[in-house]
């Protein structure tokens, strides 16, 4: 018993998926139409728009689909990603302050990180808002 060797070791639950590297990428509902058009949320054009668009700004990231079959050119690594949307609409980022905004994409990394995500992309309203905030600094 003396002689073996104890060594850490990496073991996969799934050896098909050791050699994936994951991504998420975060979108956002331009305007509450979006909201409406969501097969989970057709009900809510019944309601007022404005009464949508404040709820749906506190509500959770959602998990919207997986991406499959992606691998690198260059070192034909295999990769996998998950499309997510962080409710609030543009207007409602905007409207709350920069705090909000970032305690969404908080909430959404946390939710990548526990699918395995090592990187996470942002949408357009997302960017320009980390832009105007850092080129202010400067």
Do not use: C
């Amino acid at each position: 018993m003396a002689e073996i060797e104890w060594t850490p070791g990496i073991r996969y639950l799934q050896p098909s998926e050791a050699g994936i590297n994951r991504f998420a990428f975060v979108i956002h509902p331009l305007n509450v139409k979006f909201i409406h058009n969501d097969p989970r949320f057709r009900w809510t054009r019944y309601l007022p728009n404005k009464l949508v668009e404040t709820v749906a700004a506190y509500m959770p990231p959602m998990y919207i689909s997986r991406i499959t079959g992606g691998q690198s050119p260059t070192t034909g690594q295999k990769i996998e990603g998950y499309l997510q949307s962080a409710p609030p609409t543009a207007r409602e980022m905007m409207r709350h302050g920069e705090r909000f905004t970032y305690n969404r994409l908080n909430a959404a990394a946390r939710m990548s990180e526990r699918k395995g995500a090592r990187i996470m992309g942002l949408g357009r309203i997302y960017q320009r808002r980390w832009r105007r905030r850092h080129h202010r600094r400067a």
